[in-house]
Structures are given as structure tokens and as C-alpha cells.
């Protein structure tokens, strides 16, 4: 599977768009949508970068390639689109290997209810030591159950 419009949005709106690299939460420099590389040439972004909103939506459309691997290799079962656009959205946010190795993927290939699901889900609230992502969980938890 691939992530479709609504799922591209909602990680542009979670993320945010700048165009001028910044210093994230983690303090790593970022650009775009939540860039930290290059995927053309494997740079790290450094600050006074500057991308134009056409290199965004390209950096984008190569580098979530790797997140949906990610989910298309971690999970076992068959998804709607908006639940592989709601564990796309965790993956690019968490990392693929977090993501791969969570509770949640196996709580997924397992078939569990939702309950056990949004849980699992909003697990991932921290950022940076703080329960900063709480409420992108639920808004991802919302997504997943979007039919």
C-alpha cells in the first residue's frame, strides 16, 4: 500500500511545512516536513538551508517511501487506506525501527480490539522526554478509525 492524499495532509498538517531549516525539538536540524536528510544525496540538513515547496513535496514523496515499507513489511493483516495512512503517520514519526519493533504492530497482527489499539498507539506521547504527542496519537487513533 501507499499513502494517499489524506494521508500525505494529515502528516503535512502534523508536521508542519517550513521551507528554512530549524532546529526541531530534539535540537537536529529540520526542514520541510520533519526533513533531517537529503534523500538524493544523503545530507544532513544544516541550518540556513532553504528548499522551495516543489523540492518539499519531492524530499517528501521520496523519503515516505521508506516509512511505508515499513508499515507495508511490520504489519501481517489487511489495513484500510486510513489505517496504513494513521501508522504511516506514527512510523515517519517514531522511526521505522521503533515502529517495527512496538507493541503496537504486534498488537495489530494479533487482532485486537481498538481499545487495545488507541492504547498501544498513545503509548508514543513523548517527545524529548515530555508528553508532547498526545494529541497527534489521538488525532492518528481518529484517522485509523475514519472509514
Not at 497482527?109 to 481499545?115: E, F
Not at 487495545?116 to 492518528?140: D, T, V
Request: hydrophobic fraction near 40%.
Amino acid at each position: 500500500m501507499n499513502i494517499n492524499k489524506t494521508g500525505r495532509d494529515f502528516i503535512y498538517k502534523e508536521e508542519g511545512v517550513l521551507l528554512t531549516a530549524y532546529k526541531c525539538q530534539a535540537d537536529i536540524p529540520t526542514i520541510g516536513v520533519g526533513f533531517t536528510y537529503y534523500p538524493n544525496t544523503g545530507r544532513k540538513v544544516q541550518m540556513g538551508d532553504k528548499i522551495t515547496q516543489v523540492e518539499c513535496d519531492l524530499i517528501f514523496k521520496e523519503i515516505i517511501k521508506v516509512y511505508e515499507e515499513a508499515v507495508n513489511r511490520s504489519i501481517k493483516v489487511v489495513l484500510t487506506q486510513n489505517q496504513f495512512n494513521a501508522l504511516v503517520s506514527l512510523a515517519f514519526n517514531i522511526g521505522c525501527g521503533a515502529f517495527a519493533g512496538s507493541t503496537l504492530v504486534k498488537k495489530i497482527n494479533a487482532k485486537v480490539g481498538l481499545d487495545e489499539i488507541e492504547k498501544w498507539l498513545c503509548i508514543w506521547k513523548n517527545a524529548g522526554g515530555k508528553p508532547i504527542l498526545l494529541s497527534r496519537r489521538q488525532r492518528e487513533f481518529k484517522l485509523y478509525t475514519t472509514v
